[in-house]
């Protein structure tokens, strides 16, 4: 395969990792979203949570930019569920905390007012992101041999054990695991952000391929890493969505930058290419898109570990 390694990093850090400015706007909307919260609770005389946590792709780090910034950011909101206690002295159930938040967040300054969802209450902005702010309530029990263990559970619709954290962990341990490098992210948090890129460079895809936690999971199972080589390994954990003109033997730079560019929907590799010679203009190349299918490449179970629709669900 001719050897773009080079291009694929340089497109993966000018056109999939978020801008430092974004990252700072998330930041600071997800500092005024806390500030706005406890200072809604604290004036309903409601209990202050006892952390915050960031979840999902953003604390990750595999979020992939998107046109139109729609883009998901995830804050645990924890509890001592000791402390979610109604006023006529019964515990608050998980619907009635969602709400809790929801009117302890809406302060008035939101266009679209911040609505409470299947799992979490959501607050949209005009820019195009929102965040999520999915409830967790704390108790401690004992197991099986005495040993206290504490119990994270999610306000849904009911009180499930369920803590996004442990993804977070998950993801974390597999990236030093399983990456060659130590580098910008290591080389599978690449990877798995170029994927997450290449299942939305099609408009007609949206809606049709898995979601971003399904894609994390699958990329994890099937990456291909390469010590030396970017484009190995993402042709690898692609699985032949490049069928040609990469391994003909005549195949040249402009040829190889052009099929990446059908892959990613792009003009970023034909652009970096700088001879002057007029070469002929390679056939499209089949994309296989099958495995970030819905339907296809994942058991009904390990779908449904990760699954996380409109309104949230936090595994």
Not at 54 to 61: A, D, I, L, V, W
Not at 109 to 119: A, D, G, R
Not at 168 to 195: C, V
Request: proline residues 3%; hydrophobic residues 30%.
């Amino acid at each position: 395969m001719h050897d773009c390694s080079t291009d694929v990093l340089a497109y993966h850090d000018d056109k999939v990792t978020l801008p430092t400015k974004d990252q700072k706007n998330m930041k600071a909307r997800r500092e005024a979203n806390r500030t706005r919260l406890l200072k809604g609770l604290k004036d309903k005389d409601n209990t202050a949570p006892r952390e915050f946590q960031n979840q999902g792709s953003y604390e990750m780090k595999t979020m992939a930019q998107h046109l139109e910034n729609d883009y998901d950011i995830d804050d645990g909101v924890y509890f001592n569920r000791e402390d979610l206690i109604g006023p006529r002295g019964g515990e608050l159930t998980a619907l009635q905390t969602r709400q809790m938040l929801r009117d302890a967040v809406d302060d008035g300054s939101f266009s679209v007012p911040p609505k409470v969802c299947n799992n979490c209450v959501r607050v949209q902005y005009q820019a195009g992101y929102h965040v999520d702010l999915p409830a967790y309530r704390r108790f401690v029990e004992k197991d099986a041999f005495d040993n206290e263990v504490a119990i994270n559970e999610l306000a849904s619709s009911d009180w499930k054990r369920s803590d996004a954290r442990d993804v977070t962990r998950w993801f974390r341990n597999e990236n030093i695991k399983q990456s060659p490098d130590a580098k910008n992210g290591r080389q599978l948090r690449r990877i798995t952000r170029l994927i997450k890129m290449f299942a939305k460079s099609r408009p007609s895809w949206e809606g049709q391929s898995l979601n971003g936690f399904g894609i994390t999971k699958l990329v994890t199972e099937v990456y291909t890493m390469n010590e030396t080589r970017e484009d190995t390994a993402l042709y690898g954990t692609m699985k032949a969505i490049l069928d040609r003109p990469l391994f003909e033997s005549d195949c040249t730079r402009e040829k190889a930058l052009k099929c990446w560019d059908k892959v990613f929907a792009t003009i970023f590799f034909s652009e970096r290419f700088k001879s002057k010679s007029d070469c002929a203009a390679t056939n499209e190349s089949p994309i296989i898109t099958s495995g970030l299918l819905k339907s296809h490449g994942n058991t009904s179970e390990s779908r449904e570990a990760v699954r996380k629709e409109r309104g949230g669900r936090y595994a």
